[in-house]
């Protein structure tokens, strides 16, 4: 009894120190509550609304943040063709190629114009193409050329003599429209994301570290800013005669089905972001092409391919063992055993910035891996964004510039090489096509033409919101608005001349 009343006793006298609960904004507090999908969107907000203006973000950022994404439905020729093209044309469906048909035939016949002229002449056209495309859903001829003229404000600047070779500028001059100068860090200043802590008051350093570390990539965006790129026009996009690509028209709510088992027991079809067709039909597949998809997962773009049925052989390659399990679960579902396709469609599992086969390939996809726009606000596994991750993140430029170098150097001469993301950064996107591109030339002595596919790309302006206002100087950007959500989808086309 004594000794209990004497620890009772010490325990009144004794202080024992308990650590209090942070303020609700306290940077501990504030970390704990965000969600990786709040980072990317955070820093989304950071950095895009200098890139496009504050206005134009935020009808991208509402698309981007919208469920009502968009899809197409490509029809698997391994399955009942004439059955699904006729049910989805009951639904109200639209193969595209009559789309692009329809309204490149609508603008061939417009007189060229001046330049202040042609965009309130295709605007025009647009509010007629539904009518003309209901015309004209059955199968219409294909088109050997068009008249020349200027469509995007791009190709005004050089309406008469052409696209003339251009130096990237520094993102402090070119990218990034109306920011904050005193947040860009000049590359000439080579100071790196350590150094900058040095200057940031330690109690503020703790919660931002997936910010400041962000300066990283603005120094590797202006690497190749003394190299000169030839650009040169292209006027035509061809889809394939067997490749149905379908879609409901730009005001349509209407969503596809989940895509039924056929009579040779594999899917009708299969959904897909509607902007991921456009890298694949930018490399023009030909009878009796080799084509190498190199970052393939899940293969929805080296499906497409396949569906062509041009390709004398389709390599799908990924780096990963769940990725490469992805694609063949992908070809089980779709892949019937009929036909020859096994003999002509190969996985393969390696990285893609180590692949060596030299002159094997004339047509390469480099889908690399990027931020992954949309799926960074919407889903927080896997998410980029993850605190853990942001060594991996910083390291996407020069990632994706050394897969895309890796296919400049293998593809044949006169192959093409098309790069492509799902992200809206200049720096992943014309950044790195331009790193890459210098690191081409300087290391293996290869030289190509960027094709601007701005006349090309034309008349599917009735379907996709192209950003060719945005200071894109190689590539063309799918920018998802709330009427047309489909991407975000960056493609550039790249033709190897020596």
């Known amino acids: 009894m004594s000794r209990l009343?004497?620890?009772?006793?010490?325990?009144?006298?004794?202080?024992?120190?308990?650590?209090?609960?942070?303020?609700?904004?306290?940077?501990?507090?504030?970390?704990?509550?965000?969600?990786?999908?709040?980072?990317?969107?955070?820093?989304?907000?950071?950095?895009?609304?200098?890139?496009?203006?504050?206005?134009?973000?935020?009808?991208?950022?509402?698309?981007?943040?919208?469920?009502?994404?968009?899809?197409?439905?490509?029809?698997?020729?391994?399955?009942?063709?004439?059955?699904?093209?006729?049910?989805?044309?009951?639904?109200?469906?639209?193969?595209?190629?009559?789309?692009?048909?329809?309204?490149?035939?609508?603008?061939?016949?417009?007189?060229?114009?001046?330049?202040?002229?042609?965009?309130?002449?295709?605007?025009?056209?647009?509010?007629?193409?539904?009518?003309?495309?209901?015309?004209?859903?059955?199968?219409?001829?294909?088109?050997?050329?068009?008249?020349?003229?200027?469509?995007?404000?791009?190709?005004?600047?050089?309406?008469?003599?052409?696209?003339?070779?251009?130096?990237?500028?520094?993102?402090?001059?070119?990218?990034?429209?109306?920011?904050?100068?005193?947040?860009?860090?000049?590359?000439?200043?080579?100071?790196?994301?350590?150094?900058?802590?040095?200057?940031?008051?330690?109690?503020?350093?703790k919660g931002m570290d997936d910010f400041v570390l962000e300066s990283e990539h603005l120094g590797y965006y202006t690497q190749a800013a003394d190299f000169s790129v030839k650009v040169e026009k292209e006027y035509e996009l061809n889809f394939p005669d067997n490749l149905a690509i379908y879609t409901f028209e730009e005001s349509s709510k209407a969503q596809f089905p989940n895509p039924e088992i056929g009579s040779t027991e594999v899917l009708d079809y299969f959904l897909l972001d509607g902007a991921s067709i456009l890298p694949v039909l930018s490399l023009d597949l030909q009878p009796g092409d080799v084509f190498l998809d190199m970052c393939a997962a899940p293969g929805g773009k080296s499906m497409i391919a396949l569906q062509t049925l041009l390709p004398r052989l389709i390599v799908a390659n990924d780096v990963q063992e769940s990725r490469i399990n992805r694609i063949n679960n992908f070809l089980e579902e779709m892949l019937a055993d009929i036909g020859d396709w096994d003999k002509k469609f190969f996985v393969t599992q390696s990285d893609a910035r180590s692949i060596e086969d030299v002159g094997m390939y004339n047509k390469?996809?480099?889908?690399?891996?990027?931020?992954?726009?949309?799926?960074?606000?919407?889903?927080?596994?896997?998410?980029?964004?993850?605190?853990?991750?942001?060594?991996?993140?910083?390291?996407?430029?020069?990632?994706?510039?050394?897969?895309?170098?890796n296919a400049l150097k293998i593809v044949k001469p006169g192959g093409t090489v098309v790069y492509s993301t799902c992200s809206m950064s200049p720096i992943q996107n014309d950044g790195v096509v331009q790193v890459a591109l210098k690191g081409a030339y300087e290391e293996y002595n290869s030289i190509f033409v960027v094709k601007d596919q701005s006349a090309a790309l034309a008349p599917l302006r009735y379907l996709y919101n192209f950003g060719g206002e945005y200071g894109l100087r190689y590539g063309h950007l799918v920018v998802p608005t709330k009427a047309r959500n489909w991407g975000p989808m960056y493609f550039c086309k790249m033709v190897r001349v020596q």
């Open 364 to 405: 390469i996809l480099v889908d690399v891996p990027c931020t992954t726009d949309r799926h960074c606000v919407h889903e927080d596994d896997n998410n980029i964004f993850k605190h853990s991750r942001i060594k991996e993140r910083l390291r996407l430029p020069e990632l994706q510039s050394a897969i895309l170098k």
């Open 5 to 205: 009343f004497k620890n009772l006793k010490m325990l009144c006298v004794l202080k024992i120190p308990v650590r209090h609960n942070p303020s609700p904004n306290h940077w501990a507090v504030l970390r704990k509550k965000k969600t990786n999908s709040m980072k990317a969107l955070e820093y989304f907000d950071d950095f895009y609304k200098n890139v496009f203006g504050e206005e134009s973000w935020k009808n991208i950022r509402s698309a981007l943040l919208s469920k009502d994404h968009k899809y197409v439905a490509v029809l698997n020729n391994f399955s009942d063709v004439e059955k699904s093209s006729f049910e989805l044309e009951a639904m109200g469906a639209m193969n595209m190629k009559n789309i692009y048909s329809a309204f490149k035939e609508s603008m061939k016949y417009v007189k060229p114009k001046q330049n202040n002229e042609v965009d309130e002449e295709i605007n025009d056209k647009e509010d007629r193409i539904s009518d003309l495309v209901a015309e004209r859903q059955s199968s219409l001829p294909p088109y050997s050329s068009a008249v020349e003229y200027s469509l995007t404000s791009s190709n005004r600047k050089h309406a008469d003599g052409g696209l003339e070779p251009v130096q990237l500028q520094s993102i402090e001059t070119n990218v990034v429209r109306g920011s904050d100068s005193s947040r860009i860090i000049s590359a000439s200043a080579g100071i790196s994301a350590s150094q900058l802590y040095e200057y940031v008051p330690a109690t503020k350093i």
